[in-house]
């Protein structure tokens, strides 16, 4: 573990500037991945900038939709009233993740910046293109069986962890980031990265800057997530799926389909969606197939694919129920 | 007054409740140094360098490497313990040689832990890496005899003449891979350093007196230069059986330091030492067609490690379990590059009678005969490989009252005939097996004149229960109230006892606290005291009467699972454990221990998985975010029975133990319900959702 300073931000600003005097500084909340990351030496900040006293722990309504503040937990987002009407398959993809105690601590902000839960990305004793670039990837040829299947590169087939992501990838979300030039609003599809020749960046916030809302334009879908996992509870996803659907009657007239556990980023293909649009039930299977088109499976998770169709269907059949 | 056989409360509850029950980790003292142990990089090879420079920051008090490391003894027998095999015991910082991965190679030692974690991440160490064989698969032509084995397999009749003469035949090949213990508190040991040189030491242990012998060994010290305390261990399941290497490093470094040292280690330092080895099997049953067995095959192959044999008795109970006169049995080890595995929780029993059990259910499929019929037809009234009659064996009763609970008569045998819920439902059945076992031990009385009576023994309380037990014992046989009875366990200093494992320290520890309260009642029934009382007894077995009887626990395990046909998730919804156990002191910790036991059965079924790179020769799922063990959500209905058992024979308060017995059967009995459930015969344990889609 790296002897880090520590400051506490008071304002947006303060913490902008604490960023900007301390280059490689890290932003800490909830702490819930950092600071496992810190005690096995992945994560070596020289400094940590506390942003649990900002004032970005809001949930509020508008016109435009629902803004969710930086700070709000993820519990608190999950049981929030307007989050469990408007958006239930995010509130269920929250309840999904981790344990009631991680979910009490855990942000928004934070949540979409966890990083792989690869075994080798943990074990500093290893070599991993993600925490030491140019050093390989041994899940390459290891044990992959948690690893990806889509959007994968030679340099890395780590997966995205988290399900709040999913979920918010089907919504359409939009993260709102604060940097010393300005507000910049990125779409949640730009958000995250895949790995590429670059695997060590997850995503394309700038250094310094600072997430402080995600919102959520107003939807009228019928949704369901679905995570598929080794145990009933408190384990990263093998596969999920969040699905959202807008139908009549029988038709589907709009439809969202984003899977996690599968890539380095909640996963979506416009192709599969507008498949559906003015189909009904059977058109599922197909759209499933779509989806996991190219597909590219390991030596331990070929199974994954077979177990996404099928979770694609299940999902879409349990929100159309 | 009785006490033997309620359920009373756990006396020890209150204090761990509060918080006022200190492990290993929290012993604790002004001026306390801490250390932090650097783990390989490697997994065989050896150490260029170590370059300590940039870790000597200010508070950083000692880096001890096997360069700057005391003088160490170099005879083996110097670093044996009461639970050491055959082979030279692993010596920490001895060499510059790297034998597995996450070896200990250097300790920091530092003013605070976070300091001493730091400065370890600054040590820079420079190996040149050997060519390593982690992978059992690899080895699968190289198994050789162990050198000292547990129990040698003994073969009876000729089991592959009769198997080729069987109307029926089943072939099978099961796997179990390795698993680690993992019990929630890690091993830690804080060695506190008294102005003459004299070591308190609390470790986390089994054997206070194993550490205790260790440490004297190891460091040239008297018996009463050390004192080893384990009041209280937060589970161990077997990990404390032998000291593990965070002992013998904080002893080195408050010797060197002349200063108090504790040294901790960490969740994935939990996966560097011993663990349940990874083990494949092959059993082939011949019958007649009605079922009735004429052949039983059984072989086995297991890991263990370059330097050590580790044995266990993974095939002999296919020969014990089940009449039938033609019976082969192989067990065979092959050498990795890993630490040498250790016991864990009924070590062998689990893994044989996962095999076997599977097998049986394999055969009451191919014969049509339901699988508790199957065991009925072939049970064994004698035990075959020992020869003698059992001193008690309700297994019949355990079946019988297992399956009346369960309601296994409803069960109809073809697979993927239930269903519930769009869920395929599966029924499951195994049989469980245990040695009933007791060593020598001694306890003392002391009644003082307030009435307060104080027993002592040094055997450990691993959170099984041992303090209400004995309490129960103690107070019954001398009559004197519950709340006066104060029972002091886990100290090197108090009389001796063996190791808390193979499930004898019921038996055992129970034995000798009720014959020296027998002597203190003897005592109190000649009047009143009118000094304070002191007894003291070693309560040896009565091995001429025992050696003519074979003792084991048995159980019917009766599991329920629900697989979604299309995603293959699986749930465990109920479990029927019925045990004979024998005598049972407290069903209320009883039960907590075979309740706990069956957890771990469903964790072994469907979670746990140290998985091995073989490349690297590392476990890379070292934490409990990816070593998956049941959470509340995995485990639904448990039911647990006691069916009567009376047995004079097996101990004096005819108690069998039940530390092992829970777990046996159980990976089998879930296995055989996801067969029920869904056609498909897992053979390579966990059962995760892939091997079911």
């Known amino acids: 573990m790296i002897d880090f300073s520590f400051s506490r931000a008071d304002s947006v600003e303060h913490a902008l500037a604490e960023a900007a005097a301390h280059p490689g500084a890290a932003f800490i909340a909830g702490g819930t991945n950092l600071v496992d990351l810190l005690k096995v030496d992945v994560a070596r900040p020289p400094h940590l900038i506390d942003i649990t006293r900002l004032k970005l722990d809001a949930i509020t309504e508008s016109a435009d939709g629902v803004r969710i503040g930086a700070l709000v937990s993820n519990a608190d987002l999950a049981w929030h009233p307007l989050i469990r009407e408007r958006y239930p398959l995010l509130a269920q993809a929250l309840l999904a993740g981790a344990s009631p105690q991680l979910r009490n601590m855990a942000t928004t902000g934070g949540n979409l910046l966890q990083r792989t839960r690869c075994y080798y990305f943990y074990d500093v004793a290893t070599p991993c293109n993600k925490r030491s670039p140019g050093s390989g990837c041994p899940a390459l040829h290891g044990q992959n069986r948690i690893h990806a299947i889509l959007g994968a590169s030679e340099h890395c087939i780590a997966v995205h962890p988290s399900d709040m992501c999913v979920a918010l990838r089907a919504l359409d979300a939009v993260v709102v980031v604060q940097t010393r030039a300005g507000e910049q609003r990125i779409p949640i599809a730009d958000f995250h990265r895949l790995p590429g020749d670059t695997p060590e960046r997850d995503n394309n916030l700038e250094p310094g800057a600072l997430i402080t809302a995600v919102e959520l334009p107003p939807e009228q879908l019928r949704g369901h997530y679905l995570k598929l996992r080794d145990r009933a509870s408190y384990a990263f996803a093998l596969v999920s799926v969040a699905v959202g659907l807008q139908l009549d009657g029988d038709v589907v007239r709009d439809a969202r389909i984003a899977l996690g556990g599968v890539a380095h980023k909640p996963w979506r293909k416009r192709e599969a969606e507008q498949l559906l649009i003015g189909k009904t039930r059977e058109a599922f299977p197909r759209a499933a197939e779509l989806l996991l088109e190219g597909a590219q499976p390991r030596a331990l998770n070929a199974f994954k694919i077979e177990l996404a169709k099928r979770a694609i269907v299940r999902a879409l059949e349990t929100a159309c129920a | ?693």
């Open chain 2, 1 to 693: 007054m009785r006490l033997i056989g309620q359920p009373i409360r756990r006396v020890d509850g209150p204090l761990k409740v509060r918080g006022d029950a200190k492990y290993a980790a929290e012993a604790s003292q002004d001026g306390l140094l801490h250390g932090y142990v650097i783990s390989s990089a490697i997994t065989r090879g050896k150490i260029e360098k170590i370059d300590v420079s940039a870790a000597q920051l200010d508070g950083v008090r000692l880096i001890l490497t096997h360069e700057n490391r005391p003088h160490l003894p170099w005879f083996d027998k110097k670093y044996k313990d009461d639970d050491a095999r055959a082979g030279s015991p692993f010596r920490p910082l001895y060499d510059g040689k790297v034998r597995f991965a996450a070896q200990p190679v250097a300790l920091v030692v530092a003013d605070t832990l976070e300091l001493a974690r730091h400065a370890a991440s600054l040590v820079k160490i420079a190996y040149s890496a050997e060519e390593h064989e982690a992978d059992l698969h690899a080895q699968r032509e190289q198994g050789h005899a162990p050198k000292e084995p547990q129990a040698p397999p003994q073969s009876r009749g000729d089991a592959d003449r009769a198997l080729a003469r069987s109307a029926l035949r089943v072939h099978a090949e099961y796997a179990v891979p390795a698993e680690h213990h993992n019990p929630m508190e890690c091993h830690a040991s804080t060695v506190l350093y008294g102005e003459d040189g004299a070591l308190t030491i609390y470790d986390k242990t089994q054997g206070p007196q194993n550490s205790q012998q260790y440490v004297c060994n190891v460091f040239g010290l008297k018996p009463e230069q050390v004192r080893v305390l384990a009041p209280f261990v937060g589970g161990a399941f077997g990990s404390g059986l032998r000291p593990q290497y965070q002992l013998n490093l904080a002893v080195m470094a408050a010797r060197e330091l002349k200063q108090s040292v504790r040294v901790a280690l960490t969740r994935q330092q939990m996966f560097s030492f011993g663990h349940r080895p990874h083990t494949l099997q092959r059993v082939s049953l011949g019958a007649r067609g009605d079922g009735k067995l004429t052949a039983v095959v059984h072989e086995a192959l297991a890991e263990t490690s370059r330097f050590e044999d580790y044995s266990e008795n993974v095939v002999n109970w296919s020969g014990m379990l089940y009449q039938c006169d033609d019976v082969k049995l192989v067990y065979e080890l092959a050498d990795l590059d890993v630490f040498t595995p250790l016991d864990m929780r009924a070590p062998g029993a689990t893994l044989g009678l996962f095999a076997l059990e599977s097998a049986l259910d394999e055969l009451a499929h191919l014969a049509g005969v339901d699988p508790v019929q199957l065991r009925l037809i072939n049970y064994a009234e004698r035990d075959q490989v020992k020869d003698k009659p059992f001193s008690s064996k309700a297994l019949r009763e355990c079946y019988a009252e297992g399956a009346a609970r369960f309601g296994w008569s409803e069960r109809n045998p073809s697979p993927r005939s239930m269903q519930r819920d769009g869920q395929l439902i599966g029924w499951g059945m195994a049989t469980g097996v245990w040695e009933a076992l007791s060593q020598a031990t001694s306890a003392r009385a002391v009644l003082a004149l307030d009435g307060t009576l104080t027993i002592s023994t040094s055997t450990t309380d691993i959170g099984t229960g041992t303090y209400t037990i004995l309490a129960q014992i103690a107070a019954e046989t001398a009559g004197v109230p519950l709340e006066k009875v104060r029972v002091e366990l886990g100290d090197s200093s108090l009389p001796k006892a063996p190791l808390q494992g193979g499930s004898w320290t019921a038996a055992s520890a129970g034995a000798a606290v009720q014959q020296v309260c027998q002597q203190l009642r003897a005592e109190l029934d000649k009047g009143p005291p009118s000094k304070e009382l002191h007894f003291e007894v070693t309560s040896e077995p009565d091995k001429e009467r025992q050696g003519q009887y074979s003792s084991a626990t048995h159980s019917a395990v009766f599991a329920e699972v629900a697989v979604d046909p299309q995603l293959g998730t699986l749930q465990v919804t109920r479990v029927v454990s019925a045990i004979a156990g024998g005598r049972i002191l407290n069903p209320k910790t009883a039960r907590s221990q075979i309740e706990g036991a069956v957890v771990w059965g469903i964790g072994m079924a469907t979670h746990e998985h140290s998985r091995m790179d073989g490349a690297l020769g590392r476990y890379v799922n070292h934490d409990f975010s990816e070593y998956h063990i049941p959470v509340q959500a995995d485990v639904r209905e448990i039911d647990v029975i006691f069916v009567d058992e009376q047995d004079d024979v097996v101990s004096p308060l005819g108690v069998k133990g039940l530390g092992e017995i829970g777990i046996v059967g159980v990976a089998a009995a879930i296995a055989n319900a996801v067969f029920h459930a869904t056609g498909k015969r897992i053979r390579e344990l966990p059962i995760t959702l892939d091997k079911l889609l």
